[in-house]
């Protein structure tokens, strides 16, 4: 039994990053861990709490796994924002969200990357978005969702466009 309690409390410390324990990341711990126990558990917090996981494990190893780390924290920002749309919150809602989960994965970054998450009703930008929809080569329109925020390194290089759909 003690080893049982000693390998649950290993396993959260490795599921849930440090700064869950902050008073305005308490609130999506809870959502998350009653998300994880109902009997039909959305794909997307399934795919958030993995990546948390992934995070956890991958922060601060440098090196081969950095290219991994940037790959689970836009596959992150993806279901996360996938899953903010599906219960109901609006894209500024939805942003709101996601800057504060960015804010987070920044600092704990310490310098080694940043995110940026780009705001409805902002000008589209080709160096920092992407859009898949037909005619969304032009600069001139207007962020209308975000699905996946910036990452980029510490020296400002972009690693990873947001993607985002325009109107």
């Not at 219960?87 to 310490?110: R, V």
């Amino acid at each position: 039994m003690e080893q049982q309690v000693e390998l649950s409390r290993k396993l959260e410390a490795l599921m849930w990053p440090d700064f869950m324990a902050k008073p305005e990341m308490e609130e999506w711990q809870t959502r998350l861990k009653d998300a994880v126990h109902q009997d039909q558990t959305d794909e997307n917090i399934k795919v958030v709490v993995a990546n948390l996981f992934n995070f956890s494990a991958l922060v601060g190893l440098g090196g081969e796994w950095s290219r991994r780390l940037f790959d689970v924290l836009q596959d992150f920002s993806r279901a996360l924002l996938t899953w903010c749309e599906r219960s109901g919150l609006d894209p500024e809602q939805a942003t709101s969200q996601a800057k504060l989960w960015a804010e987070e994965f920044t600092a704990k970054g310490e310098g080694e990357f940043t995110i940026e998450v780009p705001g409805p009703d902002e000008p589209f930008d080709q160096r920092v978005m992407v859009s898949y929809e037909s005619g969304a080569s032009s600069g001139s329109m207007d962020v209308k969702a975000v699905k996946t925020w910036c990452i980029k390194d510490g020296s400002g290089r972009i690693l990873k466009q947001a993607e985002v759909t325009t109107f």
